[in-house]
């Protein structure tokens, strides 16, 4: 592990900017997942978008379906992370981005010879949502391969910053399209990114390193524990999962109330949705833009709980949304929740990456997105169920104050007493090989 980090450190002396400008590999990586992430964007306004015009699905309904999107993340994280540490990342990706180009091609097929219904919505969402579990667990492992330790923090920054960008064209384009060819015909243009960034992943020429040999004894349920016992065993991560995991969860109530809201309580025209919802990827690219400077400024370690007490505190301004020239309030509150949520998130996954040895990676990865993605379906559904019980105006209330809430677990840490984040420290062999 030190003679890793030492040449992690060689590598990445320097400017870390210019670097990965001249760096082809990474380069290739990072266009093929904005164009990726632009055609998720398009789908996530065009699917509810579906349910709710063209379908009539209910406030519930629509919970359902959001939660549905990500219900995978805390059914088979764990066991995925464990089968990514064993195999080719790169492939592991490949595979996956084929069967989302299918998966979601369905849809418009569907459509087309008006045969779509509520029950393929929920099993595209299902579907995709697997693929999506082992692209990113594969992902965020693989980053690490291309880039040195030194220069994670910019190149999570830099792919941060451009799936923020994506999201800000993505709802626009998508409101666009919906008002073109359909919410159907519009998931057209997210199958078809599927392609594009698979032919970018087949044009990287980094040889990946191959997986260490696993005893032939060893059992899935071993694999999966390792990985669960570092990320649990570690102070800092631990208090790092619980916040961001509490804070998915309220998060995906809001998400599933976000376009019931804007529609049927604010009134603004299914079209026109997207740009509203691009207030957040205004407020990410600018998060990924000066994530880097302001923990330069406020500190590695105190940005991370800063980020989440501070940034998104404004945030509640977007349930006081009203009809007319009233929504620029929603925009404005996405927006701070977009740029709080990419400033906490680069911090915190560049401090997960370097302090995690390589053969943990993809566990590691998996166990923190089991619990951080694991709450969102369970927040789709009580977003739903609040938004009936109470009305969507009052469950925005809840959702948005306890987003912001989550922030006093990282503050509560080891976290509060630090400036800037310690070096990484060392992990003994037993525990990443036993």
């Given at each position: 592990?030190t003679?890793v ?15 990965l400008?001249r ?6 990586l ?5 164009v ?14 579906l ?17 549905a ?9 764990l066991?995925a992370?464990a089968?990514?540490?064993?195999a ?28 779509l ?29 291309l880039?040195?330790?030194a ?14 960008f994506?999201q ?15 919410a ?6 997210d ?6 960034s698979?032919?970018?992943?087949l044009?990287?020429?980094t ?11 060893e059992t899935?349920?071993r694999r ?8 649990l ?8 999962v619980?916040c961001t ?16 809201f804007?529609?049927?309580?604010l009134h603004v025209r ?15 690219v ?7 400077r ?6 590695s370690?105190?940005?991370i709980w800063?980020s989440m007490?501070?940034f ?5 301004i977007?349930a ?8 620029v309030?929603f925009?404005?509150?996405?927006a ?17 990456q ?20 694991g ?19 009052p ?17 509560f ?19 990443a090989?036993?």
């Amino acid at each position: 592990m030190t003679e890793v980090a030492e040449e992690a450190r060689d590598s990445g002396a320097g400017s870390a900017g210019p670097g990965l400008w001249r760096q082809r590999d990474f380069l290739l990586l990072w266009s093929g997942q904005t164009v990726s992430e632009t055609g998720s964007a398009v789908t996530q306004v065009a699917l509810p978008l579906l349910a709710v015009v063209a379908l009539r699905a209910s406030t519930f309904e629509v919970g359902l379906l959001t939660a549905a999107t990500t219900l995978a993340f805390a059914v088979i994280a764990l066991p995925a992370g464990a089968l990514v540490d064993g195999a080719a990342k790169r492939t592991v990706m490949l595979v996956c981005n084929v069967l989302r180009l299918v998966i979601i091609g369905t849809v418009p097929l569907a459509a087309a010879f008006g045969v779509l219904t509520m029950a393929q919505l929920y099993v595209v969402a299902v579907a995709a949502g697997v693929c999506s579990v082992f692209f990113d667990v594969a992902y965020q492992s693989y980053v690490p391969s291309l880039v040195p330790a030194a220069r994670l923090m910019d190149a999570n920054g830099k792919l941060g910053t451009t799936q923020a960008f994506a999201q800000l064209g993505g709802p626009g384009l998508g409101g666009g399209l919906v008002g073109l060819v359909g919410a159907a015909g519009a998931m057209t243009a997210d199958a078809l990114s599927y392609a594009v960034s698979a032919a970018s992943l087949l044009g990287i020429r980094t040889r990946e390193e191959p997986p260490p040999a696993r005893p032939a004894d060893e059992t899935l349920r071993r694999r999966i524990t390792e990985g669960l016992k570092f990320v649990l065993g570690h102070g800092i991560l631990r208090k790092v999962v619980a916040c961001t995991g509490t804070a998915n969860l309220f998060s995906g109530m809001s998400t599933a109330l976000a376009m019931v809201f804007l529609v049927r309580v604010l009134h603004v025209r299914p079209a026109l949705t997207g740009l509203v919802l691009a207030g957040a990827a205004v407020g990410g690219v600018a998060g990924g833009v000066f994530a880097g400077r302001l923990a330069e400024r406020i500190g590695s370690a105190r940005i991370i709980w800063v980020s989440m007490l501070v940034f998104s505190a404004p945030q509640v301004i977007a349930a006081a949304a009203w009809r007319g020239w009233g929504v620029v309030l929603f925009a404005a509150g996405w927006a701070v929740t977009g740029f709080s949520a990419m400033v906490y998130n680069i911090a915190q996954l560049s401090y997960r990456q370097s302090v995690t040895p390589p053969e943990l990676m993809g566990r590691m990865n998996a166990a923190v997105r089991w619990v951080v993605w694991g709450t969102l379906p369970v927040g789709g559904v009580l977003g739903g169920l609040l938004g009936t019980l109470i009305g969507v105006r009052p469950a925005l209330w809840v959702a948005f104050a306890g987003s912001w809430a989550a922030g006093w677990f990282v503050f509560f840490s080891p976290l509060r007493r630090l400036r800037d984040v310690p070096p990484p420290e060392p992990v003994s062999t037993p525990a990443a090989t036993s």
